[in-house]
């Protein structure tokens, strides 16, 4: 599936839903209309579609059911190829009958089958499954073919950009810790952290595994094991699961233990938290005038009373994004951690909102990129206030001194300047005063910011050689 690039400031081609119950669906259709490939109930019917296509076909296969030709296998995955909003709207008549989606879907393709002329398999489309045989497999392959799809070239996307803000932000600054000037760091080098953090987390979310079941309505065989005892169903089970892509489930009672999904979310959960701390980090430098955000349309709006405003929205909107997708996604973990006895069906409302959490998740990072698009440093405000906090190389001076055996500098040099601010004239002057030997004030006087600014740029390009999944 090749769709184009959306950006966070894009605008839509024809009106949004304006009625939408969710701006997801509403005003933020037209950045999110293809998660509709993977979220939506066309998307579940038709996936479902497939899974029951492919097992009666894997039932021929292994002589479960009669054996099919070529041309009605054809025939068969043409009903897929050609699965559009008609074929929806009959299942859904279907489903008005039933009152029961799963089994709409059985019953559309049995009709199906009669039209093609093959009555012979009508009974053995959905033979000896569970709803949950043909769901599982379903909400696996949804998950598994929307991260791959979307959600690992749109991270990649942010990774890059955050990797050009990067090359481009190789400054000495001085870094804070609570929340006081401390020591000298660069923009790259702090950037650099978050970049770390997101490629170790996201490497690990590109390698896993989903898993399926198709073991009956306990999990148990029992149907399958009385109609043919001498097929090894087990081993039916891992070929036909496999066959689809995904790890099969070693034991399960009439759900799939949603373990493999719960590590998925989990996994997506802590990219989100590095992408907070980063949105967070970023609005903070923009507070000090360490970045500008460059304007690419004079009429833009920051502020509808302050007409010098450029907000950092889109930093703004991709943080609040990711913990409302992050609070569904620990909703999930916890709520699809239990199911009582064999089965309830609280877990199948939770999972038709799968696509509100990933909504949210793909719409944040839209906006992360397009916040790191226009981010620029403002360097001659990072000189600036390197300027203003000369007092922050008296670390560098004590430790300096300390290896060279003179008495307590650190608490000599405390006396003197905790709690101030020096400029650089104030900071040579301090230099003058100290009772050390001419050689080790020369040395001192030429400390500069830049100098000590050094290992971080090793550290930067440490950080950037790592490989991308």
């Given at each position: 599936m090749k769709n184009k690039t959306i950006k966070s400031s894009d605008w839509e081609e024809i009106p949004p839903n304006f009625v939408a119950l969710t701006p997801l669906d509403g005003r933020n259709y037209h950045k999110l209309k293809h998660l509709s490939e993977f979220f939506s109930e066309f998307a579940l019917n038709r996936t479902r579609l497939l899974v029951e296509i492919r097992y009666l076909i894997f039932l021929t296969q292994n002589r479960i059911a009669p054996p099919l030709s070529r041309p009605q296998k054809t025939a068969l995955e043409k009903l897929l190829t050609g699965f559009d909003l008609r074929a929806m709207r009959e299942i859904r008549e279907f489903e008005k009958q039933t009152n029961h989606d799963t089994k709409a879907v059985e019953y559309f393709?049995?009709?199906?089958?009669?039209a093609m002329r093959l009555p012979s398999h009508v009974e053995f489309v959905h033979w000896a499954l569970t709803s949950e045989d043909v769901n599982n497999l379903s909400y696996s392959l949804l998950l598994k073919n929307y991260t791959r799809i979307l959600a690992i070239p749109m991270i990649k996307k942010v990774l890059n950009q955050l990797k050009r803000l990067i090359d481009r932000s190789t400054i000495p600054i001085i870094g804070r810790t609570h929340g006081q000037p401390a020591n000298v760091t660069t923009l790259a080098k702090e950037l650099a952290v978050f970049y770390?953090?997101?490629?170790?987390?996201?490497?690990?979310?590109?390698?896993m595994q989903l898993q399926g079941k198709l073991s009956g309505a306990v999990g148990s065989f029992a149907d399958q094991a009385f109609s043919f005892p001498e097929k090894d169903w087990l081993a039916a089970e891992e070929d036909f699961v496999q066959s689809l892509g995904l790890e099969p489930a070693a034991a399960t009672t009439q759900i799939l233990p949603y373990d493999s999904l719960i590590r998925l979310f989990d996994a997506?959960?802590?990219?989100?938290?590095?992408?907070?701390?980063?949105?967070?980090?970023l609005w903070l430098y923009m507070s000090f005038d360490f970045f500008y955000t460059r304007i690419r349309n004079t009429a833009?709006?920051?502020?509808?009373?302050?007409?010098?405003?450029v907000n950092p929205i889109y930093l703004e909107g991709a943080e609040g994004g990711f913990e409302l997708s992050n609070a569904l996604l620990a909703m999930y973990k916890t709520k699809l951690s239990r199911s009582r006895l064999q089965r309830d069906l609280s877990d199948s409302t939770v999972r038709r909102s799968f696509g509100i959490a990933f909504a949210y998740s793909y719409l944040s990072w839209q906006s992360a990129a397009e916040a790191l698009e226009r981010l620029e440093p403002n360097r001659p405000a990072i000189d600036s206030d390197r300027e203003k906090h000369?007092?922050?190389l008296t670390g560098a001076v004590q430790t300096y001194l300390r290896s060279r055996d003179y008495r307590q500098?650190?608490?000599?040099?405390a006396r003197r300047v905790k709690?101030?601010?020096?400029?650089?004239?104030?900071?040579?002057?301090?230099?003058?005063t100290l009772a050390v030997k001419s050689a080790d004030k020369r040395a001192l006087k030429q400390l500069s910011f830049e100098q000590l600014a050094q290992p971080?740029?090793?550290?930067?390009?440490?950080?950037?050689?790592?490989?991308?999944?």
């Open positions: 393709l049995k009709a199906k089958l009669k770390s953090r997101l490629v170790d987390e996201f490497n690990l979310m590109s390698e997506f959960g802590r990219l989100h938290e590095i992408a907070i701390d980063l949105t967070q980090n833009e709006v920051g502020s509808s009373v302050m007409p010098q405003k000369w007092e922050v500098p650190y608490e000599v040099l709690g101030k601010t020096l400029t650089r004239a104030e900071f040579t002057n301090l230099i003058d971080c740029r090793s550290i930067v390009k440490r950080v950037l050689k790592k490989k991308i999944a």
